[in-house]
């Protein structure tokens, strides 16, 4: 059955030949409406596959106030606008639209555009569907479950966060009397570990005293409604109410969301979702939120004890002795290796939970060093196909000429040097997960042989008779711009669609600082076991500088660092950096030039490749025995002889002593 299409257009001629167009592609066109109110109208008359939408239009509403209500409905768009500048382009992307076509287009433009949209709603659709399913599910088991309530709520919170990101979950039940405050929520202190916060907490953390907060409370039991707030103000200009207020200073809290569920009894329980992240929460989030309710109240009402004092009003049981932290870190054995708690990791880590287990194609973007490939293996360990192969192509480092053989294999005799039949990477990756690493690099023509394997899901091998069909879940990654390759002719816009059904976004280093210490143990520690040294902690001096740097080249740089730091340490003090990250010391240059990650490398192997002569030199040469390098520095002789080596010290770099 053909998809169904509606035509939001001002300009009748252009809707009109957009029409013409349309079925003679093959498409059914639901109608024409020049306005957002016509098209709201049409749309809950008749259910449409996708919205063709110009963003100016008759009336009150612009294309954009529309798209924001087909986001949250779940309904496919493609904006086709006259207006291209930046500002209405920002706007126009955080409704995160299937495509995006600047007039005037070429037809073929718009069916790939119409194409590539379906398949990414079909993919979208058939997952979140799933999903919600599955939380529905989650919601009911644990109303069932026969637990305490802080940790059903807990159980709860767990079950949430994968669909709507949190920071700090508070939930409570209003009215409220100023005498008793039972609101308590949970602060989101790693993957999967999770602080308490219930009044003691509260009291401590904000240094208000009891009665301030009654006081607080009194001012702040608010109605019954459900809303969004971004950086102070709300999506309903409702205020913001001073207990309200103190989470959000207390946490550094930067937007919030609100939704009440109506109990049995006439009263309401509230659940508030808390981010340090700005503009985190939107209509699609209270959609779901809207579609859940009856499980949601379901479970509440198990969470709420019953327990109706002089005032008729519920009790949250939150008192008494906490322990403050449940759950343990890396619980979700798949992220053991993956240090870090900054919420921006956090809120990548959910969405690699929430993808893992479908065939659905993930897009990892971040700079070089974030740490990508270690999400690619952690998609592929999380899924059915964990048992199956996972296989990595760096499509950078294949040279042009090698890469369609490489991907795709080849029979014997296919080409001069083709000595026997070779298995592509797609087909080793049968059953598994085909990790394209760097794939903005791949050639144009390439790219558009992936886009057909992607299509057809079937290979052909270089001088094969028959295509073969694959069953291979695709994970790519790139640290480039794709949408700045798609718009300079370097990357396919149709395979950059296909490819991005998914994106998931690392951090740089420079954005998740609090990460650093964790990250530079943890390498400390597994480096030190490596090299069979004890680790005797890091410098105060040297973990001041680890967190002021930029890290150009993000995690790998780190570990390159601490593995450098390891390496050089006597076993006996604390790791210390011999060489200045910031180039400030004599030995190299004040004025160098570091641009890129290149020149990173270049240093740090300079300043290592410096000590170790400064070293050799000091035991006249002598790597074995009682007071040689290897001594001194407390490494096997054979791993130092293996470090000389790569750096490439001869015997002439220690000149005369
Ligand atoms: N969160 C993390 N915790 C601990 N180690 C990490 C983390 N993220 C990355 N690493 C380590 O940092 C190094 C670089 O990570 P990885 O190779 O996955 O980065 P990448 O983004 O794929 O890099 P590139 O773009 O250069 O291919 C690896 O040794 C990896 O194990």
Redesign the pocket.
Known sequence: MSAKILIVEDEFVVANSLRILLRQAGYSVGGIATSAEEAYQNLQQDKHDLVLLDIRLNGSESGIDLARKLKAEHIAFVYLSANSSQKVLEEAKKTEPYGFLVKPFREKDLLVALDIALYIHKNRLESKLRQEALLERQLVEISLEDSEDKQTFLTIARAIRTFIPFDLIVCGTRPLPASRFDDYGYLRAGFDEYQFIGKDELLTISGLKSDALSTIIENSNTDTHVATYYNGGTTDATPITPLQSVWSTCFNIESFLVFPVALSNGSWAYYSFYSRRRDVYTQSHMALLKHLVSSLTRVTEKLVRSEVSSTSAIRLSASGKHDHTEGQQGSVSEFK????KHPLLLAALDLVTQVAPYKTSVLIL?E???????IAQAIHSLSARKTGPFIKVNCASIPASLIESELFGHEKGAFTGAIEKRKGKFEQAHEGTLFL?EVGEMPLDMQVRLLRVLQEKEIDPIGGKSPRKVDVRIVA?T?RNLEREVAEGRFRLDLYYRLNVFPITLPPLRERKSDIQA?AF?FANRFCKEFNKDFNGISAAMMDELEGYTWPGN??EL?NVLERSVILNDGKSELELKQSLLGTTDKVPSKIEIETLGDVRRIQRETEREYLISVLKKTKGHIRGANGAAELLNIKPTTLEARLAKLGIQREDLGTW
């Open positions: 290796s993956i240090i870090g971040g070089s060093g974030t740490g990508k490939e270690s690493d990654a640290n990250l943890y995690i790998r570990e």
